[in-house]
Every structure is written in structure tokens, then in C-alpha cells.
């Protein structure tokens, strides 16, 4: 080879990159899902403001049984954001059947 002659080489491939972890899905309490979704009201009752859940919550939590969950574990039910909305879909469908991952382990079906 001369000076005169350039030499190209093929262009460095980047290093892979590492396969990214997924990461847990964020769990809350039904109520909890309720606020961060604004997924309720808030009413004057006796000159104090209440927080009142949307009626798709509370179908929901009577169909899935959260509040015998919550007397029987100490504890309420945590959910995932998909797990709560599938809830609330479930409860105002017909025929009315649970959705399973949201149903209280303590429920009477």
C-alpha cells in the first residue's frame, strides 16, 4: 500500500444494549386508584368536604368484595392501575362477573 491509498474500514458497531428490566406494575388500595384517577367527588357534608368514589367504584367494590377483604386481611386489597380499571368495567357490565385478579381472596361467589 502507498500513502496515496486510503484504507476504510467498517464502522464500529455499537455494543448492544442491555435488555431493560420491566419494572413492577405500581400496586395502590381501590381508594387509592380512586384518587389518583380523580375517579370521585367531593362533597360539603356538615361543613367539612368528603370524598365520594364514583358509583362504577362502588359497584365495583361490592362486586369484588374489597371491603370483606380489607375486614378479614387488616389490610386493603392492592391492586395494579389495569386490575382496578378492569374492576370498575366488570361491575358495570351485564352479566355482572368478577374479574378474578381483582376479587377478593375472602369472597363469597
Same mark, same amino acid.
Given at each position: 500500500?502507498?500513502?496515496?491509498?486510503?484504507?476504510?474500514?467498517?464502522?464500529?458497531?455499537?455494543? +448492544?444494549?442491555?435488555?431493560?428490566?420491566? /419494572? *413492577?406494575?405500581?400496586?395502590?388500595?381501590?381508594?387509592?386508584?380512586c384518587k !389518583?384517577? @380523580?375517579?370521585?367527588?367531593?362533597?360539603?357534608r356538615a361543613?367539612?368536604?368528603?370524598?365520594? +368514589?364514583?358509583?362504577?367504584?362502588?359497584? /365495583? *367494590?361490592?362486586?369484588?368484595?374489597?371491603?370483606?377483604?380489607?375486614?378479614? !386481611?387488616? @389490610?386493603?386489597?392492592?391492586?395494579?392501575?389495569?386490575?382496578?380499571?378492569?374492576?370498575?368495567?366488570?361491575?358495570?357490565?351485564?352479566?355482572?362477573?368478577?374479574?378474578?385478579?381483582?376479587?377478593?381472596?375472602?369472597?363469597?361467589?
Amino acid at each position: 500500500m502507498t500513502d496515496d491509498e486510503t484504507t476504510t474500514k467498517a464502522p464500529e458497531q455499537a455494543p +448492544p444494549e442491555p435488555k431493560k428490566r420491566q /419494572a *413492577k406494575a405500581e400496586r395502590k388500595s381501590p381508594i387509592g386508584w380512586c384518587k !389518583a384517577l @380523580a375517579n370521585y367527588r367531593m362533597l360539603r357534608r356538615a361543613g367539612k368536604r368528603v370524598l365520594v +368514589p364514583s358509583w362504577e367504584h362502588n359497584a /365495583a *367494590k361490592n362486586l369484588h368484595q374489597w371491603g370483606k377483604h380489607e375486614h378479614h !386481611a387488616g @389490610a386493603p386489597i392492592m391492586l395494579t392501575k389495569k386490575e382496578y380499571e378492569s374492576a370498575l368495567k366488570a361491575a358495570t357490565k351485564t352479566p355482572l362477573t368478577p374479574h378474578k385478579s381483582a376479587l377478593s381472596k375472602y369472597a363469597e361467589v
